[in-house]
């Protein structure tokens, strides 16, 4: 007979404690423990778990493996991002907020893969609902052969993990997709779906079958308000891949990338656009974000910045103005709030920029958001354009990272930026002038300016 016990789990970490906690010894955040029944497995479900499989220890050079393996998703971003395609056996985990196009993304790399049986499992929409989202998106670029019985892409909208496994049992699918994890909950735990030891168990359950089955199973994870996936970190632990869907809700761009890849890069990411039908893959984000003006407005710069190793350029828009009240008010879109604080006290220190009297905004064009260093020279003179209420010409871009002490340093990768700035038509580029030894301009059209301190650069823009 199967004994239920009460344990404790913190939210954040997933510590497991037998009372109930104030702070998690743990990850030491307060108030985070949740109460929850486990059911425990009897002793002859445990006695079988443990004569099941058992490996033997082999020399490396012994072990093969067969080279033919990735599943190609006939997606060229989702590809790129997952190092390949998928790797048989896999358990991979997609990440993001609430109506960013998770669910969208599985659909149409379901309907693509043509040639594979596939089983979507929903536990959040109906089959009809489903159904009526595929028709939107196959009517896209990417044509489903006419007919939707050509594919393999079984669909079925259920919770129960006991149903999931008849379900693959009845199917044998060649890849199994879960959406969501959040929403599967199992027999053998008795806390509700959602809560941390239902994930955790279940999501156990998809790795053992994926491992044996060899046969990848993709889920769907909710993300926090904090933007962290939802459930504890023993969900990344156990899966061989996490994704994060990303982007502005309000913007079409989306961004996919790896956080955690047992299988590939890290560095890679996909990029998308969110259109009327479905999702249409990004191949040249380099121009994407660029509004092509030609008046010359006050407060904007380009900064030629690297995302996964493509070059993308983004404008950056700042608004300085007079603060009214007493605590100037400080914003930043798609940039971080801490390093414009520090890119404003290196302006005050160095080119006289009133920091306290001074509201600032600051937007990355289009809602991306970029964790390029070499975003600050662009964001320190998009404010200072601002500032001065003098225009940056559209013709010229930015790729420098600064220091505390106003030096402007060197940044990766400098004759990739270089080179697509001079392809895009750029006329002049802005770099450190430690960056500037190394290139050999003969190979450009574009002007190369070198500076070594911010001050220079203010001067050579402003006066
Ligand atoms: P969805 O995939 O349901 O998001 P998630 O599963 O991450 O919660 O995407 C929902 C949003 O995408 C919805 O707000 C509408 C938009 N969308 C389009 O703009 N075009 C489309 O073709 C589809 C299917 C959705
Ligand atoms: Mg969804």
Not at 94 to 113: V, Y
Not at 209 to 230: M, R
Not at 293 to 319: C, H, K, N, Y
Request: net charge negative; proline share 3%.
């Amino acid at each position: 007979m199967a004994k239920a016990r009460t344990f404790y789990y913190c939210r954040e970490c997933g510590y497991q404690s037998s009372s109930w906690l104030g702070k998690c010894p743990s990850c030491g955040k307060w108030n985070t423990f949740d109460e929850e029944v486990v059911q425990k497995e009897t002793a002859g479900s445990k006695q079988k778990a443990k004569g099941s499989t058992m490996s033997t220890p082999k020399l490396i050079q012994h072990v093969m493996y067969s080279q033919t393996t990735r599943m190609p998703t006939y997606c060229a971003e989702f590809d790129r991002v997952l190092g390949g395609g998928i790797v048989p056996g896999s358990l991979l985990l997609i990440g993001g907020e609430p109506g960013i196009g998770k669910s969208t993304l599985l659909l149409q790399t379901a309907l693509a893969m043509q040639d594979k049986r596939i089983l979507y499992v929903s536990g959040e929409e109906s089959e009809e609902q489903i159904k009526m989202r595929a028709d939107r998106v196959v009517s896209a670029p990417t044509d489903i052969a006419g007919e939707q019985e050509s594919t393999g892409c079984y669909v079925v909208s259920e919770t129960s993990m006991e149903h999931i496994f008849e379900h693959i049992e009845a199917v044998q699918p060649d890849l199994v997709i879960v959406d969501s994890i959040q929403t599967v909950n199992t027999e053998l735990i008795e806390s509700g779906s959602g809560s941390i030891s239902q994930i955790r168990e279940c999501t156990t359950q998809f790795q053992r079958y994926a491992k044996e089955s060899g046969v990848p199973v993709l889920l769907v994870g909710h993300i926090t308000k904090d933007g962290t996936l939802a459930g504890p970190k023993v969900m990344e632990h156990i899966v061989d891949a996490v994704l994060q869907f990303e982007g502005d809700r309000n913007y079409g761009f989306r961004i996919l990338r790896a956080l955690k890849n047992r299988f590939g890069s890290t560095a890679e990411i996909g990029i998308f656009e969110m259109r009327g039908s479905g999702l249409s893959e990004v191949s040249n984000p380099s121009e994407l974000l660029l509004a092509h003006r030609d008046e010359e407005l006050s407060g904007t710069a380009v900064a030629a910045t690297l995302e996964g190793g493509r070059p993308m350029f983004i404008e950056v828009q700042s608004l300085v103005s007079s603060a009214v009240y007493g605590t100037p008010q400080r914003n930043a879109n798609g940039f971080d709030m801490r390093r414009m604080n520090m890119l404003l006290a290196v302006l005050e220190k160095r080119c006289g920029f009133k920091l306290g009297a001074k509201d600032v905004f600051l937007n990355m064009a289009g809602g991306m958001r970029v964790n390029d260093p070499a975003l600050d020279l662009a964001v320190a003179c998009s404010i200072l354009s601002s500032n001065v209420d003098m225009p940056i010409s559209p013709r010229l871009c930015f790729a420098a990272e600064l220091g505390l002490s106003g030096e402007v340093r060197p940044v990766s990768r400098i004759e990739q930026r270089i080179g697509e700035a001079d392809r895009l038509g750029f006329e002049r580029i802005f770099v450190s002038k430690y960056d500037a030894k190394s290139i050999d301009r003969s190979r450009y059209h574009i002007q190369i300016v070198s500076v070594g301190v911010i001050e220079e650069a203010f001067r050579e823009l402003f006066s």
